[in-house]
């Protein structure tokens, strides 16, 4: 099957060279973060055990969502070209964001992407749309990120455990806002619903072991990955 015109383009060897920069820029970025999280952890006496501990639980609990991201790069990559989809889930990784941004822009000049009738033109304006509406993000962490600091002593103090609530329902606040509207349907339960469903009781099941005092340890840095994979195998499997 002969490559889409536009598909030449987005994945010419030029669009390679002008990407790899912007990916290589957030390695960089990963390297100097956990070169200063190292640090930090020196210095309040965390042990070798401990950062080890910490990058095993956060290795393992990456893997269920980076899953989700390979399977949508399949689509954004067929449809985008392989330079942009790269260099894009580097810096966001919302396969959603990025594959209904371009189909918009798309729309909006009478193309479809991944089509015949995608033109080069319409690319571009994909990319720009991809590029520009995730701004308000970045700007966002950029002017209020050092900020936080201050507002987190004004609103807890030196109270660890005012600290520890607000952390907790924030993390709650965060997963319940992206798991009701999939777990409750005017139109009826679906597979998002079955996926959110399976995926808590088999994460309350293994909260609850956890709690034991002769629990195993993996179950604690396991747990949210065999959630995600029993949630997404109950989808299937109900479904």
Known sequence: MEELKYLQIANHPVMWLV???????????AFLFTKKAIATGRQIGLTDDQFKSAARSSAIGSIGPSLAIVAGMIALLSSMGGPVAWMRLSYI???????????NAAAAVGSTIGTNNMTQEAFACGVWVMVICCLGWIITSTL?????????????????VKLAVI???????????????RAISLTGIDRNGIAVIGGFVVMLVLALIGKKSNAPKWIKSLGMTIAMFAGMLAAVLIL
Do not use: H, W
């Open 19 to 29: 990407c790899i920069p912007g990916i290589l820029l957030v390695l960089f970025q």
């Open 144 to 160: 209020f990120a050092d900020k936080m600091e201050v507002l987190k002593d004004r609103v807890a103090g030196d109270s660890k």
């Open 167 to 181: 952390a907790t329902a924030g993390g709650m606040g965060s997963f319940g806002y992206q798991s009701f509207n």
């Open 93 to 103: 990784g919302s396969v959603t964001y990025e594959l209904t941004s371009a189909s």
